[in-house]
Structure formats: C-alpha cells, structure tokens
C-alpha cells in the first residue's frame, strides 16, 4: 500500500472501525486518468455558470438550474426495511436509474467517477476547482463537474453540480451505509437542497417531496416546531439544546444514529429544538461512524425518522411535524 491517498485512506478506515468498504476495492484515480478527464474541462461560463469564492468554498452561481411549478415525490428506495434511508432513484435522459442519498449533512454533491462521466458530466477549469469532504472522514479529493441533466420523476434539473471523487470503486464513507445491497453512486448535498423552494423529507411515508417554486405551508393541526434554518460549513443546521446547554445542531438526514457527539455520555440526553423535545436521546460518538465537523453535535435519520421534516431555503425555515 505504497500509495499515499490510499495509505492514509486505510488508517482512517481502521480509526472509525473499518464500517467502510475494504481500502483494496477503492483506488486512487492515477494522473493519466485524471488528465483524461481533464482534457474535456469546459470554462464555468460555457454554462452560463459564475463561480465565487466564500469562506466554506467555491460558490457556483446558476449551477442547478430548474423550471418553475414542478412538484413531485419520490418514494425511498429502501422501503420499508430502512424508512430513515433517503435513497431515491433518480434519471438521466436515458430510462436508467440511478440511486441518490440525500445528505443534509454534507454541502456539496458527490458522485462515482464513472457515473458521473457516463451522465455526460464535464468538468470545470482550469483552473479545476476541488474540494475534500468536511462532514465525512473521507480524505479523497472531489473536481466539479457539470452534468447537463437529471431527472426526478417528471421534474428537471439542468447544469447539476457534482464533485466528481477522484478515486475508483464504492464512494467510500460519503455513502454513509456502505454495508446496504444498494449503496448510492450519488450523493445530494446541500448546495443542491438550496435551489428547491423546498424539500421534505417524509420518513413516516417514505417520500421525497421537491418544490421548485411553490412555498410550503405547514398543517395547524401537526405542525410541531417551525425553527430558523441555519449552516455550518454548508451543513444544514438548527439551534438546540442539549441537556438544557445551547447548542448548533446538525440536521443529518443520512445519519444512522439519534445523536452524535464527539465525547457523548453514557446516559441518554434530553434535546430540544424548538417546541421539539426528544427526552432520551442516546449518543453515539462521532469517530464511530466517521463524521466530520467535530464541532457540531448530530441529530441524525433515527431521531428525525418520526416526523416529517420540511426544509425551506428560501424561507430559511425548518419544519417538523407529526405525520
């Protein structure tokens, strides 16, 4: 293993408990391969793409392009075995699907290299434009790419942004639950939440509901905390308490977990967000399950996974009601 992405790949492997994939089937794309790809870069603006910079990373205006008054729900792909599991299947302009996670936790998409070349994605530079995971423990480098289409049932997407990991085979521990049959080849993060009017994750029936441009309003009858929408480091996040102590919680809609903490207790805690009070919350420590963002303690999908959770960036508002 004289390779050093890998060589630090496998100690970070070993460090969260080996929930991965073995190191051996993830490899790191070799310099031939990346100037391959590289060869095709287009220039931001060829898509009528601005890029800015900010402090958690490039910014890529008009990225994630959609059209107005498109409403759809998608059914989570892992049915009724894992009901805290937003997988759902997404298209191309082809009839083939592809599995896509959800991930509040994470600010940027993600893709397989294969997938996303063989969703015509082209990538952007030069310059390139990279960046490393922050809310996994994942040390593989991403290069923005464009892909011209994707689908969600009848609802499009164009110029969809996603960092192509630069590195063969599983995605590693940006697929969260690699042990599953069906692990995602995509992953949507935050970057792609924010262009939706709004997105609901609703656990009890297992839906995805995107909004391009209708604004959600919320049932009187079940609506239990409407809280200000927040993010660290592009992460979705709320304020809360814990164990009557204020803090920035992370909303993980992958999370298989109800709390995550970098030095949890043995006992169970008390959270709250909002009118929301969930009195025993068991914590889970945070290297077990390879997260980054050390600072922010998780609500993860075994906690959210009663309620239905609405996220409206352009309200910058989370709902959560009873289903």
């Known amino acids: 293993m004289s390779n050093p992405s890998l060589l630090v790949l496998a100690v970070l492997l070993l460090a969260a408990g080996c929930r991965s994939p073995r190191v051996e089937q993830i490899h790191p794309m070799t310099e031939g391969e990346m100037r391959a790809v590289f060869s095709r870069a287009q220039d931001p603006r060829r898509f009528w793409i601005t890029v800015?910079?900010?402090?958690?990373?490039?910014?890529?205006?008009?990225?994630?392009?959609?059209?107005?008054?498109?409403v759809v729900a998608l059914p989570f792909a892992a049915g009724k075995a894992?009901?805290?599991w937003p997988l759902v299947g997404?298209?191309?302009?082809?009839?083939?699907?592809?599995?896509?996670?959800?991930?509040?936790?994470?600010?940027?998409?993600?893709?397989?290299?294969?997938?996303?070349?063989?969703?015509?994605?082209?990538?952007?530079?030069?310059?390139?434009?990279?960046?490393?995971p922050e809310h996994v423990a994942e040390p593989v480098k991403g290069y923005a790419c464009v892909i011209p289409t994707l689908r969600y049932d009848l609802m499009q997407m164009e110029n969809v942004l996603v960092?192509?990991?630069a590195a063969?085979?599983?995605?590693?521990?940006?697929?969260?639950?690699?042990?599953?049959k069906t692990p995602?080849?995509?992953?949507?993060?935050?970057?792609?939440?924010?262009?939706?009017?709004?997105?609901?994750?609703?656990y009890p029936e297992k839906l995805l509901f995107l909004s391009s441009s209708s604004a959600y309003g919320p049932s009187a009858d079940h609506l239990i905390a409407e809280v200000p929408l927040k993010t660290v480091?592009?992460?979705?996040?709320?304020?809360?308490?814990?164990?009557?102590?204020?803090?920035?919680?992370?909303?993980?809609?992958?999370?298989?977990?109800?709390?995550?903490?970098?030095?949890?207790?043995?006992?169970?805690?008390?959270?709250?967000?909002?009118?929301?009070?969930?009195?025993?919350?068991?914590?889970?420590?945070?290297?077990?399950?390879?997260?980054?963002?050390?600072?922010?303690?998780?609500?993860?999908?075994?906690?959210?996974?009663?309620?239905?959770?609405?996220?409206?960036?352009?309200?910058?508002?989370v709902y959560f009601e009873r289903p």
């Open 52 to 70: 800015y910079g900010s402090e958690e990373g490039a910014y890529f205006a008009n990225a994630n392009r959609l059209h107005p008054d498109q």
């Open 82 to 84: 894992q009901p805290d």
């Open 90 to 132: 997404v298209q191309a302009t082809s009839k083939e699907s592809f599995l896509a996670l959800v991930d509040t936790s994470s600010r940027d998409s993600w893709g397989a290299p294969d997938i996303v070349l063989g969703l015509r994605g082209t990538p952007l530079g030069p310059p390139a434009y990279d960046a490393v």
């Open 163 to 165: 960092y192509l990991r």
């Open 168 to 180: 063969q085979g599983p995605l590693g521990y940006l697929a969260r639950r690699d042990e599953k």
């Open 184 to 202: 995602p080849v995509l992953v949507l993060g935050m970057s792609w939440v924010n262009v939706f009017s709004f997105v609901q994750l609703n």
């Open 233 to 317: 480091r592009g992460a979705l996040a709320v304020d809360g308490l814990i164990d009557g102590e204020p803090a920035t919680l992370v909303l993980d809609s992958a999370g298989d977990f109800e709390l995550a903490m970098t030095e949890p207790p043995v006992e169970p805690v008390r959270v709250s967000v909002g009118d929301l009070v969930f009195p025993r919350a068991k914590a889970v420590a945070a290297r077990e399950h390879a997260l980054g963002l050390p600072s922010y303690p998780r609500i993860g999908a075994k906690w959210l996974a009663k309620y239905k959770v609405t996220i409206a960036p352009k309200a910058k508002v």
